[in-house]
């Protein structure tokens, strides 16, 4: 381990300013194994300080006009933007991916959060009524909410943060954010920019810590009317527990088990490579990766054949490789989840065509003690397996065969889950049909991940509750009233 003296040592930031914390959490670099950074283990203390920053720049914040909060939004994204390749190649030493994915989608998102922001807070309307025979009119206005506490996950850290930051800051909002302990870097490199942006201080405020220590002060506190959560369901319902005494207003992005449905009449040539990388992106670490593939059996073996093939010349290398495709998993306990999965597979009799206990992977030295693991394909295996229900959240996929279209939808929705689909067929009928009968907040019809930030996001089931993106942002992190005038 790296003398203390070398470690990189994160700080909150508080009203403004950056504050010491009096204990601190090792934080990892997954490529090696080795400590690198101390990020602050904060509590209570800093969240009432935080509660008391951002309750008093609150009534001056929210009195901005959209236009010049707006521009406070552009100058951040501008700053950004001309920080990408720091922050690109932080974000892959934190969180274990790729530099090509972190330059190419993480940071450059980031960026367009703040724009798009920016943008579409200038051209929200309100509703209005008139009721001529009582001599009425009534409209609505909408009003910040207070201040917003935000928890981000590990997975794409600043993308995420970003994406609950600048709806709520442009919506007028004081915000308290919590990123992921295990990923902190990214979020205080952004702290530095804040000032130069001209975001008022106590607007931007940023925890870091531990769920348990920092997440429930921050959910808990009745100051906090507001959570917008991205994690996993047994935190969602933690979080769902302590806000309701305080009746707060959630949003919780949650976890998957997505399906792709790969009927006999894809194109195999565009499906496959996007079916490789849907399921293996970052480590298969994306909420929004295919962990369940179904094929339509006339293809099944064909299919099969060129998958695993895909697969295997996806290549696993140290994250600052920019010909690796995947890079390392974000911790040593995830790596050992991931692989108990693979193990309880085999225990029930699948078969691993490729990937971990049956390919070799090829380390560096410095990078042996990394968490790496091969994109793993599983086959022969049932519906009712741990592997096809549960979500994993690691580069291993399943490959299993159907026979009709109402079998397989049925075998689609019958997971807990429903966040998002892929569905492959050249039958434009049968692309609308399969769509709109799956339990899948987001349903891609051949192709993957791509994107429109006007449009809803957001899961049904277990995946989660409410919907994030232009209008719905917007609206949740607003209050609406409706006003009344007798003329």
Not at 195 to 212: C, D, Q, S, W, Y
Request: aromatic share 8%; proline share 6%.
């Amino acid at each position: 381990m790296a003398g203390t003296k070398a470690l990189l040592t994160l700080e909150n930031f508080i009203n403004g300013m950056f504050v010491p914390c009096n204990s601190y959490i090792d934080s990892y670099d997954p490529s090696t194994g080795d400590v690198y950074c101390r990020v602050p283990n904060s509590g209570k203390e800093e969240i009432d300080a935080a509660v008391e920053a951002a309750r008093a720049a609150f009534p001056g914040w929210a009195a901005r006009s959209p236009q010049e909060r707006s521009q406070v939004l552009h100058r951040l994204a501008d700053l950004l933007e001309q920080s990408l390749e720091e922050l690109a190649q932080a974000e892959s030493r934190d969180q274990g991916k790729t530099i090509t994915l972190a330059r190419t989608m993480d940071i450059p998102r980031s960026v367009q959060n703040f724009r798009f922001f920016a943008s579409s807070i200038l051209h929200h309307t309100s509703e209005c009524t008139q009721m001529d025979h009582v001599g009425c009119l009534h409209y609505t206005v909408r009003a910040p909410v207070g201040i917003a506490g935000l928890i981000s996950p590990w997975n794409l850290p600043l993308y995420l943060l970003t994406w609950k930051v600048a709806p709520a800051i442009a919506a007028g909002n004081t915000v308290i954010a919590k990123p992921s302990e295990l990923t902190s870097v990214t979020a205080w490199m952004m702290c530095k920019l804040l000032e130069r942006a001209g975001v008022p201080p106590g607007v931007v405020n940023i925890v870091f810590g531990t769920g348990p220590r920092v997440g429930e002060a921050l959910v808990s506190h009745p100051e906090v009317p507001l959570i917008s959560f991205t994690g996993s369901q047994p935190t969602a319902e933690r979080i769902t527990q302590l806000s309701a005494p305080h009746c707060k207003k959630l949003s919780l992005e949650l976890g998957g088990k997505n399906p792709a449905i790969i009927f006999e009449d894809a194109n195999l040539e565009e499906c496959i490579p996007t079916t490789v990388k849907s399921s293996f992106a970052n480590q298969g670490e994306i909420c929004l990766c295919t962990s369940r593939i179904f094929v339509q059996k006339s293809i099944y073996s064909e299919f099969l054949e060129k998958f695993v093939e895909a697969t295997r010349m996806w290549k696993v290398g140290i994250p600052s490789d920019p010909s690796a495709s995947m890079g390392a998993l974000i911790s040593k306990a995830h790596l050992e989840k991931v692989r108990s999965y693979i193990k309880k597979a085999r225990m029930e009799g699948a078969q691993i065509l490729c990937g971990e206990g049956v390919d070799t992977l090829s380390l560096p030295r410095r990078n042996q003690a990394g968490y790496f693991m091969l994109p793993t394909v599983i086959t022969d295996i049932k519906d009712e397996s741990c592997c096809m229900k549960e979500e994993i959240f690691g580069p291993v996929t399943c490959v299993v065969p159907f026979d009709s279209e109402e079998e397989v939808i049925q075998r689609a929705n019958s997971v807990k889950y429903g966040l998002a689909a892929t569905v492959w067929s050249s039958n434009v009928g049968r692309i609308h049909r399969v769509a709109k009968k799956l339990q899948s907040g987001l349903v891609w019809t051949n192709c993957w991940l791509i994107r429109e930030l006007n449009l809803p996001f957001g899961g049904m089931k277990s995946s989660g509750v409410g919907r994030e993106g232009a209008k719905d942002s917007y609206e949740f992190f607003t209050e609406i009233k409706t006003i009344t005038i007798k003329h």
